[in-house]
């Protein structure tokens, strides 16, 4: 079974904090690992995606940190707002038309 | 501008009662279509996609089933509902493969008794 693993399960950060979420996964031909938002009720959306061959990703806020040796991941969410709250999923894909969600992080922003 | 719809948007129903569900794309020709399955709480597993009309693949037995008989529509469906199928289901689009963005539609919960 290919696993993604995330962790914490949950976080809570102040507003204008950095949230930090950690992804790890076992499959070495993983090679595009996108971040998902959901919000209760919802279904998911996506917020930003790594290919193997770069470290780092940014958008706006929202920066994901590769580490292809160690098969981790990292998304670092600065400024944190409350509508931020939400559950995050790391995915992964090979060159398959199959994708392997993590087991999700639920953020919560405090104001 | 695409949209996706699902229907029904909730289903209460029986252990052992048949059920279908559908997902409708507007706006976008042949696209790559995925159903997913989320427990409460927990996280998505992807159970069927297709890229094709009339064409299925399957990625997880759930004794559930899907077909594509239209280019814009996806269905899944099973003869019999067992209590492990209670869940959120999710339909999802790309433009060409699961690399491409997915855009997920709005879901249907159900609750099987």
């Known amino acids: 079974q290919q696993q993604v693993r995330q962790s914490p399960q949950s976080l809570t950060v102040w507003e204008g904090e950095t949230a930090i979420l950690n992804c790890s996964y076992e499959?070495?031909?993983?090679?595009?690992f996108p971040w998902y938002q959901q919000f209760p009720g919802e279904g998911p959306a996506l917020l930003i995606s790594i290919r193997s061959v770069s470290d780092k990703k940014e958008d706006g806020r929202f920066t994901i940190f590769f580490n292809k040796r160690e098969k981790k991941l990292s998304l670092h969410i600065t400024d944190s707002q409350p509508g931020d709250s939400a559950t995050y999923f790391c995915?992964?894909?090979?060159?398959?038309?199959?994708?392997?969600f993590g087991t999700g992080t639920r953020l919560q922003v405090l104001p | 501008a695409q949209t996706i719809h699902q229907w029904p948007v909730a289903e209460i129903k029986a252990v052992g009662s048949p059920l279908s569900l559908g997902c409708t794309i507007k706006g976008k020709s042949s696209p790559n279509l995925y159903w997913y399955w989320q427990a409460t709480g927990g996280t998505l597993q992807q159970l069927f996609y297709s890229i094709t009309v009339g064409q299925v693949e399957s990625v997880v037995q759930l004794n559930l089933s899907a077909s594509r008989p239209k280019d814009d529509q996806f269905i899944l469906s099973t003869e019999k509902l067992l209590l492990s199928h209670s869940g959120f289901y999710l339909c999802?689009?790309?433009?060409?493969?699961?690399?491409?963005?997915?855009?997920f539609g709005p879901g249907t919960r159900l609750l099987v008794l």
């Open positions: 995915a992964a894909s090979a060159n398959t038309n199959k994708v392997v």
């Open positions: 499959d070495s031909t993983f090679n595009y």
């Open positions: 999802a689009w790309s433009r060409d493969w699961v690399q491409d963005t997915q855009y």
